[in-house]
């Protein structure tokens, strides 16, 4: 399958790069799922419009995708997943079946591509950050169903010795021919980071990593490996491309760590936002506008807003269910007069952690999360 699929990505950014635009004759699409509903970036990505959402699970067809390939066809019959390295004592090879049949655990939390509301860096700061100019919809919840990572860590007889785990996709055509980030073993080691079988308590789709991906709670949508092949357990700092050049907050206010070009993006910051198109059209009078907050420090205890440029703050309602590693919904009711207006958000979390109202530029727009002005145009 995949050679095919890789085949029609590398055709279209050929294209793409003469500046010409062609269909390919027979090629397959580069997703399983619909793309319409979505903001496409490029040929491998769908970002989604978090104004079509109505629930606290985003339906799947509504979940965004962020691919460093064309999303994988692979046979459930046909997968293997090795686990081997110098910090194991019995590598593995465990088929899909195999992984069934061990302890399994559910997890609800949010997604989060490290690159939501890049953007913003360049409309709100004036300091354009490189890469795909993702806005607000790098994001989604789930219901994530799996083995938990350190029951396959075990049963492969990890040493004590074990410093990192490197979680390696199957997606040939990203860099390295397999997209991978490893983990410190504290956070392989946490018994809420998974190996996914299941979302939103169905089988998990192919867009989103079949048969097998990675859940790590709280960290940027790098470390969640799709379509999962391979684990390597070593016993010193596995370092690669995406925690040293990629995947990594560069600039003056982050000082290089090992052998990183700067502070290695891992875990998520604390966001808001409006779930209204940006920018918005509404008519005059009152409406109750609804929002998503979330932190890796869940769950969310406050979420505040200002129709006044933030001389003025009111309490949002924040809607059950409220959890650990949750998006929390929240609403507000807004007396709307004709004209132009913005709306800020900036949510608090458990730990007592508040949105910034700025943030310092990093090259690659990782983390954006200042306060939102959200721009709303209200006619009568």
Not at 98 to 126: C, H, I, K, W
Not at 305 to 323: I, V
């Amino acid at each position: 399958m995949s050679s095919n699929r890789r085949n029609f990505l590398k055709t279209v950014e050929s294209i793409s790069l003469l500046g010409g635009c062609a269909e390919v004759e027979g090629a397959p699409d580069p997703f399983f799922k619909d793309p319409a509903p979505f903001v496409q970036h490029g040929t491998a990505n769908l970002e989604s419009k978090l104004e079509n959402q109505e629930s606290f699970l985003t339906p799947v067809d509504q979940f965004f995708v962020r691919n460093h390939d064309v999303s994988l066809d692979i046979l459930v019959d046909n997968y293997h997943l090795t686990v081997e390295g110098n910090a194991i004592e019995t590598p593995l090879s465990l088929s899909f079946e195999d992984l069934r049949a061990m302890p399994n655990r559910t997890v609800f939390s949010y997604l989060e591509f490290g690159g939501n509301q890049r953007a913003f860096f360049g409309s709100l700061l004036g300091q354009i950050a490189t890469g795909t100019q993702w806005k607000r919809g790098a994001v989604g919840m789930a219901e994530w169903t799996g083995v938990p990572l350190p029951e396959v860590l075990q049963a492969a007889g990890i040493r004590d010795s074990a410093v990192s785990v490197q979680l390696i996709g199957m997606d040939q055509g990203a860099p390295e021919g397999g997209f991978r980030l490893p983990l410190p073993l504290n956070k392989a080691m946490d018994p809420d980071t998974l190996l996914v079988l299941r979302m939103n308590g169905s089988p998990l789709p192919k867009d989103h990593g079949a048969p097998v991906r990675a859940l790590v709670p709280e960290w940027v949508g790098s470390s969640n490996a799709k379509w999962l092949g391979r684990i390597e357990v070593s016993d010193t700092q596995i370092w690669s491309r995406n925690n040293t050049t990629s995947y990594v907050l560069i600039g003056d206010d982050y000082p290089p760590e090992g052998q990183a070009n700067g502070q290695v993006a891992n875990k998520q910051s604390i966001k808001s936002t409006l779930a209204l198109p940006w920018p918005a059209a509404l008519r005059s009078g009152v409406h109750r506008i609804y929002g998503y907050a979330y932190s890796p420090d869940g769950p969310i205890m406050q979420v505040r807003w200002s129709d006044d440029g933030g001389s003025t703050w009111n309490d949002a309602t924040l809607l059950e269910p409220r959890m650990r590693y949750g998006w929390t919904r929240f609403e507000l009711d807004w007396n709307a007069a004709p004209g132009p207006h913005t709306i800020i958000t900036s949510a608090v979390d458990a730990p007592g952690i508040e949105q910034p109202d700025t943030i310092p530029h990093n090259e690659k727009g990782y983390r954006f999360n200042m306060r939102l002005p959200h721009p709303i145009q209200v006619v009568r």
